[in-house]
Structures are given as structure tokens and as C-alpha cells.
T-cell receptor
Framework: DAKTTQPNSMESNEEEPVHLPCNHS???????IHWYRQLPSQGPEYVIH???SNVNNRMASLAIAEDRKSSTLILHRATLRDAAVYYC????????????FGTGTRLAVRP | GAGVSQTPSNKVTEKGKYVELRCDPI?????LYWYRQSLGQGPEFLIY????????DSGLPNDRFFAVRPEGSVSTLKIQRTERGDSAVYLC?????????????FGPGTRLTVT
């Protein structure tokens, strides 16, 4: 899987939007962009994924750059429960097995 | 519905002992994955099952580690002659199918401590 680069940590205020960036300059045409998050003392949980177009779901939005070399996970109103480590992961459609996690971005949410 | 469950939640063992970690995937999920997470790191892939067979075991660190899924549901990760470096959280995940982009659902993990 291609490599991703994320900031080590970010902070946000409660009820404000949060934009979590991810760079993936070596992304291939068949790579999906996935985001998972891991709350303290829990296993990771799926957040969202996309291929080329921006995506929205109940948890978040995913904005993908036109050249697909970067993407941004958007939490529209951060809550204290959103404090977690967020992982940006590329998955090739042809491989279909493991997730390759980096060190992710640790998001702190201030009340 | 029930999520992925793992037992035990915590396991403390002495160096050199044998341990078994169990994973119960979500019912109907054909793909099952094992990961290991050390403190401050992201999860690291160990092995992946499609049905009863190991489709990719490239992440197993050495031959002390072995995993089975005999009936295509429950899986057991087995570690022989444990070493202190094996101390980590062992995570299990399942997926309806291994086809990308289907998501993986993770269990809470088993924290293994080797003394």
C-alpha cells in the first residue's frame, strides 16, 4: 500500500469544525482512501472512505483533492467523544486484505 | 447486533509460556484479520483468513506465532515460548468480504503482558 503522511497531533475546540489533512502523493489510480479512528482503549473504527469524489456520511465528510494526492477528513462539529487517533489509509482494490496503519493524528478536543 | 468479541481482555503470562487468544467475528463475516499494536504505534497486520484458510500470513513475525480458523468463524491466535517483546494489544477484525472497500470491524483487543 502507498504511504500516507499526517500531522502527529491537532487540537480543536468543542463544537467547532475540524479539518484533518492527509498527504498521499504516491497514490495509484486503484487506491481507495480510508479513514479509521481509534478512541482510547478501543479497537479502531471505520469512519469513511472515498475514491475520487467527496463523500459524506453521518460521522464525517471526506474531501479529496482533484489530483488525489491529498485528502481532508472533516468533522463538522467536534465533540469530546471525537478525541481519538485518526488514521488515513490507502487500500488498493486489487489487494483487498490488510490495513496498513501509520501513526495517525492524535486529535485533542478542548471543552 | 453483536460486534467482534475477543477473549480474554487481559492476559498476563510468564516468559516462555504458551498463550491462546480468541476472536469471535461478526456472524456471516467471511474475512478475519489479526493485528498487533504496541504502545504509541498504529496496529500492525499479522494474518488474514478468508473462510478457513490463511490468505495472507506475511505479518507473522516468526514461527512462534500461529493462527487457526477451523470452521470459518472463531479464530485463535497461538503464541509459543512467549517473549517480553510479544507484549502488546492484539486486535481482531472481521469484514463481510475482503473486497476493498468493505470496512473492517475491530474488537476491543486482548492486552498481552509477558513478564
Amino acid at each position: 500500500d502507498a504511504k500516507t503522511t499526517q500531522p502527529n497531533s491537532m487540537e480543536s475546540n468543542e463544537e467547532e469544525p475540524v479539518h484533518l489533512p492527509c498527504n498521499h502523493s504516491t497514490i495509484s489510480g486503484t487506491d481507495y482512501i480510508h479513514w479509521y479512528r481509534q478512541l482510547p482503549s478501543q479497537g479502531p473504527e471505520y469512519v469513511i472512505h472515498g475514491l475520487t469524489s467527496n463523500v459524506n456520511n453521518r460521522m464525517a465528510s471526506l474531501a479529496i483533492a482533484e489530483d488525489r494526492k491529498s485528502s481532508t477528513l472533516i468533522l463538522h462539529r467536534a465533540t469530546l467523544r471525537d478525541a481519538a487517533v485518526y488514521y488515513c489509509i490507502l487500500r488498493d482494490k486489487s489487494s483487498g486484505d490488510k490495513l496498513t496503519f501509520g501513526t495517525g493524528t492524535r486529535l485533542a478536543v478542548r471543552p | 447486533g453483536a460486534g467482534v468479541s475477543q477473549t480474554p481482555s487481559n492476559k498476563v503470562t510468564e516468559k516462555g509460556k504458551y498463550v491462546e487468544l480468541r476472536c469471535d467475528p461478526i456472524s456471516g463475516h467471511t474475512a478475519l484479520y489479526w493485528y498487533r499494536q504496541s504502545l504509541g504505534q498504529g496496529p500492525e497486520f499479522l494474518i488474514y483468513f478468508q473462510g478457513t484458510g490463511a490468505a495472507d500470513d506475511s505479518g507473522l513475525p516468526n514461527d512462534r506465532f500461529f493462527a487457526v480458523r477451523p470452521e470459518g468463524s472463531v479464530s485463535t491466535l497461538k503464541i509459543q515460548r512467549t517473549e517480553r517483546g510479544d507484549s502488546a494489544v492484539y486486535l481482531c477484525a472481521s469484514s463481510l468480504t475482503p473486497v476493498v472497500p468493505y470496512e473492517q470491524y475491530f474488537g476491543p483487543g486482548t492486552r498481552l503482558t509477558v513478564t
